[in-house]
């Protein structure tokens, strides 16, 4: 009944975001500007890459918790291995900072 309920709650929310975007008309620049829809872009690609990697550190503890809690004495090289892995996750929180950045200072779109 879960798997339904989510597989319809989906459904009706893609088939809601299809019809704004199938009703949208063309592009004019006079409308939002180039820098409005790239500031606009920028937020919501770096929103989402902190939420993901957020979500992902989460897990990620959560798993060496465990995993400490299971056996005590790998809690050496199961902090190790979290540490490299957080590191890891966390840069792709960086990289999508500096896209976000060379979309705002340098943008190709502001002629």
């Known amino acids: 009944m879960r798997k339904f309920l989510m597989t319809a709650l989906n459904t009706v929310a893609l088939l809601s975001i299809a019809s704004v975007a199938f009703a949208a008309g063309s592009y004019s620049p006079e409308a939002w500007g180039a820098i409005g829809l790239t500031s ?29 809690a299971r056996n005590p004495e790998a809690g050496g090289k ?4 979290l540490i490299l892995g957080l ?3 966390e840069s792709l929180t960086i990289y999508a900072l500096v896209v976000s950045l060379i979309l705002l200072v340098a943008n190709p779109f502001v002629g």
């Open 40 to 68: 606009v872009a920028a937020g919501l690609g770096l929103g989402l890459a902190a939420a993901g990697c957020g979500i992902g550190q989460g897990l990620g503890l959560k798993a060496a918790c465990e995993g400490t």
């Open 78 to 81: 199961i902090m190790v291995s």
């Open 87 to 89: 590191a890891f996750i």
